[in-house]
């Protein structure tokens, strides 16, 4: 994995206040879609002709330029992104990270499956375990003290650590894509922090726009504090068009925020089967065939085009 010249991560955290939205489904599209935005094929005749040999990869074959790289963070203690990609963990942990046991580079692993028919070479994974519980319980109690490291509040210094143990990322990768636990405590403000713009996924149901109501207010009143974080785009999940529920939260959700949302993904059980063979619905639907597939590919180029 080469440097990213010149620029800085675009860093993106998936948030709700409220589980089973589809979060870490998700963030791994998201994450897999844009890696496979930043490769290129290049061909034989042009092969010695590429400045930067470093970049390329080469599958059944064929060579393709690597123009980026993409790092998925696991936030959640679950730890579903490894589960969701079929990747062994082996002992990385972004817990591990933060207490400072482990170096990022020690801790972030590739994503590439080309052995089993699955290549990602631009792919990769920071993930997380019950361990990061135990370390935020750790930050915690280290963070009593903030005043006398010269700290406003704890909020600030928890700021301050991640960026620490976390900032040779933005020097890496092209893009960061953040996969955040539910809930809203003074770790997952200083996960926001981090961030420079938000993903929201929303079920159309009651309880679940209640809680982006609660997710957007939040990051409205993080902005009145200065912390530099917007909503780059709210995505409604598991949408079923026929429902009339369904169309009028949609409806609901863009008379609030316009061009905010997005385009909805809708429900489909080739999308929920996609973890559980660890593929991503890119992988599984490779010719683009079911709507949801289409959707996500529709949500990565919506971040990748700006």
């Known amino acids: 994995m080469t440097p990213v010249e010149n620029r800085q991560a675009i860093v993106l955290a998936v948030v709700n206040r409220k589980g089973g939205v589809g979060k870490t489904t998700t963030a791994v599209n998201l994450a897999h879609g844009l890696s496979r935005k930043l490769i290129r094929r290049v061909s034989s005749a042009d092969i010695d002709k590429v400045s930067e040999p470093d ?55 590739t994503a590439d499956r080309a052995e089993s028919g699955y290549p990602r070479p631009n792919l990769w ?50 893009y960061i894509i953040l996969d955040c636990a539910p809930g809203l405590d003074s770790f997952a403000h200083a996960v926001h922090k981090f961030a420079g713009m938000a993903i929201v996924p929303v079920k159309p149901d009651y309880l679940s726009m209640s809680a982006t109501r609660q997710n957007t207010d939040h990051i409205q009143s993080m902005q009145l504090r200065g912390v530099d974080i917007q909503i780059h785009t709210i995505v409604p999940t598991f949408y079923i068009p026929r429902q009339r529920l369904d169309q009028e939260m949609i409806a609901e959700l863009r008379a609030k925020h316009g061009d905010l949302v997005g385009e909805p993904i809708p429900r489909s059980q080739l999308a929920a089967e996609a973890p559980a063979d660890q593929e991503t619905i890119f992988e599984i639907d490779p010719y683009r065939r079911n709507p949801a597939t289409i959707a996500y590919q529709n949500l990565v180029d919506r971040v990748y085009y700006g």
């Not at 990747?87 to 400072?100: K, S, W």
């Not at 135990?134 to 490291?149: C, G, I, V």
Request: hydrophobic share 40%; glycine share 8%.
């Open 55 to 109: 970049h390329l990869y080469q599958y059944l074959g064929k060579h393709y330029f690597l123009g980026g790289h993409v790092l998925v963070i696991d936030f959640d203690a679950q730890g579903h992104c490894a589960q969701a990609l079929g990747i062994d963990p082996r002992g990385a942990d972004v817990g591990e990270v933060l207490l400072g046991r482990q170096h990022l580079s020690q801790a972030v692993i």
């Open 125 to 174: 994974l920071l993930p997380a375990s019950d361990n990061l519980e135990r370390a935020k319980e750790n930050l915690y109690s280290q963070s009593l003290t903030y005043f006398m490291d010269g700290f406003k509040n704890r909020d600030e210094w928890l700021s301050q650590v991640l960026e620490k143990r976390l900032h040779l990322a933005r020097e890496r990768f092209t």
